[in-house]
């Protein structure tokens, strides 16, 4: 079965503490984001990748970190800087600049919901 | 840089009735469109989207949307509602930028 696999779907944070939340896509997509959804504010791009070893910042990138080393993998990191880290977490993939029009369509994960202590 | 306006945040309908679901962007340039469902706890599902072409667009669950490109509006409707549709739509927008969402419309379906 081809998608995106988001681990763990539930993850609780100590005060002070970093953690790191799983994706992983065997669509063979280039492309990967990281959006936070909170009640009421639809959803908010965190970071995005195009290719291997390269990613940018999104529009909330504070207190978050991200690498990419491999095209199936993008891990999140919510450092002890991120303030209000309580939020539903999504992964999303697509085809990225090889894929023209269809490059623009995004397939997400089932989502992972940070919940601190 | 663009901007997605869903107009209403809760519609609530009764099964078998028609619904409407309103979006509005806003661009100074070409945009692709998308409408997603996300049903509880879970993730994204796309339901249609419009890259170019025809501007009534068919997706999934019956579902379909009009680009106007002179109202900025692609509006998503349906016929006909059943109790399996009680979820939250998002409309998003991308255009020269990453692909940005509206803040969702929880359509309640009642029996």
């Known amino acids: 079965d081809g998608g995106i696999t988001q681990s763990p779907k539930y993850l609780f944070r100590k005060e002070g503490q970093n953690v790191t939340l799983s994706c992983e896509q065997n669509l063979n997509h280039d492309a990967m984001y990281w959006y936070r959804q909170d009640p009421g504010q639809g959803l908010r791009l965190i970071y995005y990748?195009?290719?291997?070893?390269?990613?940018q910042k999104g529009d909330i990138a504070e207190g978050y970190s991200v690498s990419r080393e491999k095209k199936e993998s993008f891990p999140l990191t919510v450092t002890s800087a991120q303030k209000n880290p309580t939020a539903f977490y999504l992964c999303a993939s697509s085809l990225g600049l090889a894929g023209g029009q269809r490059q623009e369509t995004q397939y997400f994960g089932p989502g992972t919901r940070l919940l601190v202590l | 840089a663009q901007s997605v306006t869903q107009l209403d945040s809760q519609v609530p309908v009764f099964e078998e009735a028609p619904v409407e679901l309103r979006c509005n962007y806003s661009?100074?340039?070409?945009?692709?469109l998308f409408w997603y469902v996300q049903y509880p706890n879970q993730g994204l599902q796309l339901l249609l989207k419009y890259l170019s072409g025809s501007t009534l667009v068919k997706g999934i669950n019956g579902f379909e949307a009009e680009f106007n490109k002179s109202q900025t509006s692609f509006h998503l409707r349906k016929p006909s509602v059943h109790i399996s549709d009680t979820a939250e739509y998002f409309c998003a927008v991308k255009g020269n930028t990453p692909l940005v969402f509206g803040k969702g419309t929880r359509l309640s379906v009642i029996a």
């Open positions: 661009s100074s340039v070409s945009v692709y």
């Open positions: 990748s195009q290719i291997v070893n390269d990613f």
